[in-house]
T-cell receptor
């Protein structure tokens, strides 16, 4: 089945530093990837849609200069949290659409738990 | 109005019973619907997808879709303690209303607790 590999699974960083999260599609090409953020006991909130070779589309209220998204190839999308602060501490999850047999679904990476201290 | 609404629960059912999870959505032209299960601290895993009105069965799981009522549900038969998790309803937003891209919008999730 389609697998999205996400790294790192957890990271602790100091306030003011930047953190990069990678998502790779292992056995398929992901033209579009999605980045979500999930706070404790809350649902997944879509942050942005990442498209290979073009600029990401950000959801309303998401700072594009703070959450830098790069989708340089059909198998790799990265999210960089710049100048991280404690309020950025959250569970970040990437997802890719997988097409097959006339239907489609969305497969998720394993998530990255970011703690900013 | 939220785009995808679910009762947060917790929904508590005894082992072996049927668990019924419900979801409503606001975008009348939504095309595809998904149920995901999420264990604490883990990312969501797909249980079922449904695209047409009616029922779709897969093992102990049955998804039901009623586009006229903008309602989708998930039934879990013979519930097991291992089914205890948060169940997320997700709706694929029509690209015409989302900048030309498919977007998956999630409900807040329903927490299911299956007790022995």
């Amino acid at each position: 089945g389609a697998v999205v590999s996400q790294h790192p699974s957890w990271v602790i960083c100091k306030s003011g530093t930047s953190v990069k999260i990678e998502c790779r599609s292992l056995d398929f090409q992901a033209t579009t990837m999605f980045w979500y953020r999930q706070f404790p006991k809350q649902s997944l909130m879509l942050m942005a849609t990442s498209n290979e070779g073009s600029k990401a589309t950000y959801e309303q209220g998401v700072e594009k200069d703070k959450f830098l998204i790069n989708h340089a190839s059909l198998t790799l999308s990265t999210l960089t949290v710049t100048s991280a602060h404690p309020e950025d501490s959250s569970f970040y999850i990437c997802s890719a659409r997988v097409d097959g047999g006339g239907n489609y679904g969305y497969t998720f990476g394993s998530g990255t738990r970011l703690t900013v201290v | 109005q939220k785009e995808v609404e679910q009762n947060s629960g917790p929904l508590s059912v005894p082992e072996g019973a049927i668990a019924s999870l419900n979801c409503t959505y606001s975008d009348r032209v939504s095309q595809s619907f998904f149920w995901y299960r999420q264990y604490s601290g883990k990312s969501p895993e797909l249980i079922m997808s449904i695209y047409s009105n009616g029922d779709k069965e897969d093992g102990r799981f049955t998804a039901q879709l009623n586009k006229a009522s903008q309602y989708v549900s998930l039934l879990i038969r013979d519930s097991q303690p291992s089914d205890s998790a948060t169940y997320l309803c997700a709706v694929n937003k029509n690209p015409m209303f989302s900048g030309g891209y498919n977007k998956l919008i999630f409900g807040a999730g329903t927490r299911l607790a299956v007790h022995p």
